[in-house]
């Protein structure tokens, strides 16, 4: 009878756990593919799937992190008030006629950060070049640096750059540094974040990780963005973490990673500080320095020069998570004649996807470009699952052969850029902190054609009819792993 009985209570708590775990997943409302792999990992593997749903089935901020953005957000919206105030009364007419109106009115009426004229921007796509200019403008800060990235890693060429962050505190400018707990978790257990400390600069460990944490915090969540801001003045941000693409991930034979940045000269540059500030505070609990002092416009908004329009797009889960995934189905559905998007992990969500068939099939030029190696399998054979169906709509599949294409942008009809840290991936547009430019400039749009141009001369384009004769081993792996794919 006993037993009888342990095993009836056993049972029922079985099946209790299991009904309240398929309700969690239904209630949440999420993309029903995310949910149904969730239904049927919870059912398939019951104690497995418990453990990785509540490790990574849900997006928990912490009640801290919660607490603390309840806390921020007034003085958020006030100083975001103060800077439309301040840009609006020097250009009353700074609302820009630009050739895509349904991105810009999307961005402008979604985001608290309203669109900003008036900056200056250079692309950087070289390597060396890109590390030269990082450190010419580290050592000509004089007031404030601030620098949040998902990885740093000072060997080669980068070991300078971290010498250029010390000197420059020793001189008096007061230096920010924000990294990523697991992005840069050789950096944070190094010498080098001894010596940092020890030049008076405070490195703050961005959703850092833990067995207690766990309990209480999605442990995956990672601060994907990449950025720099100098004076307040000059930002740089785009797909480049602090890496010597000769040393780094040599072992994984995928070749050097091949990024892009811009320099921004303008209102936007202060605007990633601020960006960079909040993460601060979300993590420390401190209140932001520019929330609490006024703002002036840079002299070169007044030249009347052309200069370019942008909207700064930040996004995570402690956002308004909905705007990017909209700016990205609005860039897509606007494009009229051509769509560009270069992405080194490819896994959309189904109406991304649809999107992207759908731009193809009304005769718009689509041309995705991925790389042919990847660092992450799953990611690599997940990708290609989704090949064929939109090789079939008329989507150009482009493989780059020149390393790892680690560069993040959508440009459509050669004018608008969507530019900076996101991936065409669910993590990316869903879940991790990234930032987003969104530049509406002939000029830039030229630039950024050149730069996509000159990758698709270094890629092999997919051709539908072999693509279709691959082995059915490879077919198999591709179409498992795209079913894990609202997981990844």
């Known amino acids: 009878m006993d037993g009888s009985l ?40 019951p104690f497995a799937g418990f453990i990785c749903y509540l490790l990574f089935g849900s997006r928990r901020l912490g009640s801290k992190r919660l607490k603390r953005i309840a806390k921020l957000y007034p003085d958020y919206e006030q100083w975001s008030e103060h800077l439309s105030r301040v840009i ?85 400018v007061h230096c920010l540094i924000i990294l990523d707990a697991v992005g840069s978790r050789s950096f944070l257990k190094s010498p080098w974040r001894k010596r940092f400390n020890e030049a008076g600069i405070r490195v703050t460990e961005s959703m850092p990780v833990g067995l207690l944490r766990m309990l209480v915090e999605r442990i995956d969540i990672r601060n994907h963005r990449k950025v720099m801001v100098v004076d307040d003045a000059v930002a740089w941000t785009g797909s480049f973490n602090l890496v010597d693409p000769e040393f780094f991930r040599q072992g994984a034979q995928i070749g050097q990673w091949v990024d892009a940045m811009v320099r921004i000269e303008g209102v936007a540059a202060h605007v990633l500080g601020v960006v960079v500030q909040w993460d601060q505070a979300l993590e420390t609990g401190e209140g932001l320095p520019s929330f609490n002092r006024t703002y ?3 002299v070169s908004l007044h030249t009347k020069d052309k200069m370019a329009d942008v909207h ?67 990611v690599h054979h997940a990708s290609r699952a989704y090949y064929e169906e939109l090789l079939a709509c008329g989507v150009e599949i482009h493989q780059f052969r020149g390393g790892l294409l680690h560069t993040k942008c959508a440009l459509v009809d050669r004018v608008t850029a969507l530019f900076g840290t996101v991936n065409l991936d669910m993590r990316s547009v869903w879940l991790n902190f990234e930032l987003t430019l969104v530049v509406y400039d002939e000029v830039f749009g030229q630039t950024i054609a050149a730069l996509m141009d000159s990758y698709l001369a270094k890629a092999e384009p997919v051709v539908g009819h072999q693509w279709k004769k691959r082995p059915f081993h490879r077919k198999l792996l591709e179409n498992t792993m795209q079913l894990l794919s609202p997981l990844l």
Request: hydrophobic share 50%.
């Open 88 to 172: 609006y009364d020097s250009e009353p007419e700074s609302h820009p006629v630009v050739s895509h109106s349904g991105i810009y009115r999307l961005a402008e009426h979604t985001m608290a950060i309203p669109a900003l004229p008036g900056n200056k921007l250079e692309l950087y796509h070289q390597s060396d070049d890109i590390i030269a200019g990082l450190l010419a403008d580290i050592e000509g800060a004089r007031k404030s640096l601030v620098l949040e990235f998902y990885i740093w890693e000072p060997v080669g060429r980068i070991r300078e750059l971290a010498m250029a962050v010390i000197a420059a505190a020793k001189r008096g």
């Open 296 to 298: 002036e416009l840079p």
């Open 6 to 45: 342990s095993s009836f209570v056993v049972g029922a708590t079985y099946l209790a756990s299991i009904i309240l775990f398929a309700l969690m997943v239904i209630m949440k409302r999420r993309p029903v593919g995310v949910s149904l792999a969730w239904l049927v990992l919870l059912f398939a593997l």
């Open 312 to 378: 700064v797009l930040p996004s995570g889960p402690g956002l308004d998570r909905e705007v990017l995934h909209q700016v990205l189905l609005a860039a897509i559905y606007e494009s009229q004649e051509e769509l560009l998007m270069s992405t080194p992990y490819f896994i959309p969500d189904e109406s991304l996807l649809t999107a992207l068939k759908s731009a193809a099939m009304r005769g718009v030029c689509v041309k995705l470009l991925v790389p042919e190696k990847n660092d992450s399998r799953m």
